[in-house]
């Protein structure tokens, strides 16, 4: 734990932006161990009082404020939020404010309602001094840093932005114009703009403020499928239960989910039975996560006549069979459209709490937060096996399964991932692979115009 009363009111070096009083942000003196941006319970205690006096600051404090508008399903709008965040850290703007559309009709808490539920009332921070030297926003060789005007003393800009984060857009093969976008080819010479950093510290924030907020459902989750004791794999299945509209259009269900299901346990048995040697001590075991709750039992019993994985789950209420699954669903009062939310939020927290990630069908819920963690975990092994010499535990593995089933293949590396290079590939090999749409979002290389332009819309001035 951190020692007593390690909190002190600094003022940033903002030296690139013309105002008239320097910007008061929260500092910590960091514990003195190399590995404090790892000390969880350390950096959730900075958070939550970080977050409680971000609530409510002078304009003095906070003379720029982003809120963010997220709409649509929880992937959709956690693929942009991290584009806001990212946005933030090029712009110098130490927090933003996760909004969403008021879809729970939560009067008092409108625009605030489902963010405030999950993770609690506050904003999320983007500069962080708990990390120490290893703070991404005071890095100057990390980000450009671009000279920003106020011209008016005593007015708080506000910039709403809202679903689309201007300036970002989802990679794209090399077919595609890259002067206009993030091409796949030119993210293998470049870093994006750190971009595959800031997702993570954003997702690894939010499931830290999930898993407190929620801690004892999560712990009857654990306990309950003894979590901790096995090697999971996350699987995630999005059948779309009946669901029409975008998804039907985008080809995004399974034609034969039945036959999918049969081939996949197949799929993981062979798997398991090949590499019994990562299984000896932490044995096999698949979370679920899914729209379709009938898959689940379905699951179980292919498993139990064969080699007898355990498939588990949540305990949460899905929606009858061929129901639809939306992000707008309406609900009869505003706690039950805020618990569907909290058991979606779950299983993705769930899924980053696993060793590795199946996806039945590409999503962008599979490919926020538990892609990010995923990758994370796989530079962090691959860092330990330089040390060690072997490797000890089984790898970490994001991984899309074929549309039939018979297949999956994984990646280790996020532009092998991007580039469809897998580093193993399982199962049929001539099988057909899944059908692959990147949602995750990147800085285009250009356009900075309509950067600009919504900075102009808050009445803020940009040079670069």
Known sequence: ???????????????????????????????????????????????????????????????????????????????RLSSAYHFAMLYQIPRIWPTHNPVC???????FAIYNYLIGEGQLMVDIPFFGEKNLFRNRNLFPRPNITLDHQGQKRVMNIPNEVPGYSRAKSSSFNPRSTWSIDYLRQSTALRKEETDYQMYHQLMLLFEHKHKARIQKVM???????????????????????????KHRGMNDVDGWLKRVVSLLCDYKAKHSYYFTKKPLMVYVGTDTGSVIPKLQELSNATCEIPFVSSDQTFVEEGGSVTWNHQYDNSSQCLKGWEDMWLDMYLFTRCNSVMTGTYSSFTQSAPL?????????????????????????YFCDVGADGNRVDCATTLIGWLNQTSHMTWGVLNGTKQRMRHEIQFPLKEKRV???DALRNARIKVNY
């Open 1 to 79: 734990t951190p020692a007593a009363s390690p909190w002190n009111h600094n003022h940033t070096d903002r030296s690139n932006i013309s105002h008239p009083s320097n910007i008061s942000i929260l500092s910590y003196t960091a514990p003195s161990k190399n590995d404090a941006d790892d000390d969880d319970a350390s950096y959730l205690e900075w958070l939550q009082v970080a977050r409680n006096r971000s609530i409510d600051l002078s304009v003095d404090d906070e003379p720029i404020q982003i809120q963010y508008r997220a709409m649509n399903g929880l992937g959709h709008q956690l693929v």
């Open 105 to 111: 009709r939560d009067e008092q808490h409108g625009i």
């Open 223 to 249: 306990e309950a499928t003894q979590f901790n004791a096995h090697t999971v794999f996350g699987l995630h299945i999005r059948t779309g239960n009946g669901e029409s509209g975008d998804f039907r259009f």
């Open 372 to 396: 990010s963690f995923i990758m994370h975990k796989a530079k962090q092994n691959f860092r330990q096996q330089q040390v060690d010499g072997e490797e000890q535990f089984h790898p970490h």
């Open 450 to 452: 309509e950067i600009v």
